[in-house]
């Protein structure tokens, strides 16, 4: 199975910060790497798949990269709506797997 | 617009068995895969598996191999999952969600938390 490790596990940060999330796999996944916010309560939302595409209606201060192994999820002038948690998601091979998460909190 | 409605929260007694269900509508549902995924309370996504709603074929993750079934109906767009010999490390929400062709969750059910205890 593809581990999935992410970093940091928890951010405290402020309205306005930029904040980078990491996601290293244990092994190449190429781009299948999607990214997900979910607030308490409520399902997880695509942000970003294949790495780097942001999906439609999703704003524009979201932005991934990456390829291979390591990648990395950036939210800039973070927005009060932003406080949640993220997951990474591979789906090069079955099973799939998430990351750990990370959850923002405020400062 | 995509929508996928999960069926309500249940209660289950160690031992025993729950089927959750998917309705999908807003899209051709036999040209996407459906996966299941839980997540216990405070913690983090775990992929059960899939199934093609065109011909049924289905994948488990090792870990629910025995356990899991994933079925549908085409005829009212319907995704199932059962789960057996449910045990308190099950309680837990229960999604479905769709895979879009670049293999990304696009669309997700709104969760069916099950809770197994005695």
């Known amino acids: 199975d593809i581990q999935m490790t992410q970093s940091p596990s928890s951010l405290s940060v402020s309205v306005g910060d930029r904040v980078t999330i990491t996601c290293r796999a244990s092994?190449?996944?190429?781009?299948?790497l999607h990214w997900y916010q979910q607030r308490p309560g409520t399902a997880p939302k695509l942000l970003i798949y294949?790495?780097?595409n942001l999906k439609r209606g999703v704003p524009s201060r979201f932005s991934g990269s990456g390829s291979g192994t390591d990648f990395t999820l950036t939210i800039t002038s973070l927005q009060p709506e932003d406080f949640a948690t993220y997951y990474c998601?591979?789906?090069?091979?079955?099973?799939?797997?998430f990351g750990q998460g990370t959850r923002l909190e405020i400062k | 617009q995509v929508q996928l409605v999960q069926s309500g929260a249940e209660v289950r007694k160690p031992g025993a068995s729950v089927k959750v269900s998917c309705k999908a509508s807003?899209?051709?549902?036999?040209?996407?895969?459906m996966h299941w995924v839980r997540q216990a309370p405070g913690q983090g996504l775990e992929w059960m598996g899939r199934?093609?709603?065109?011909?049924?074929?289905?994948t488990y993750a090792q870990k629910f191999q025995g356990r899991v079934t994933m079925t549908r109906d085409t005829s009212i767009t319907t995704a199932y999952m059962e789960l057996t010999r449910l045990g308190p490390d099950d309680t837990a929400f229960y999604y479905c969600?769709?895979?879009?062709?670049?293999?990304?969750?696009?669309?997700w059910g709104q969760g069916t938390l099950v809770t197994v205890s005695s």
């Open positions: 969600a769709r895979v879009d062709s670049d293999l990304s969750f696009d669309s």
């Open positions: 807003g899209y051709t549902f036999t040209a996407y895969f």
């Open positions: 199934i093609s709603p065109n011909t049924g074929g289905t």
């Open positions: 092994q190449t996944i190429s781009t299948y």
């Open positions: 294949t790495a780097s």
């Open positions: 998601h591979q789906s090069y091979s079955t099973p799939f797997t």
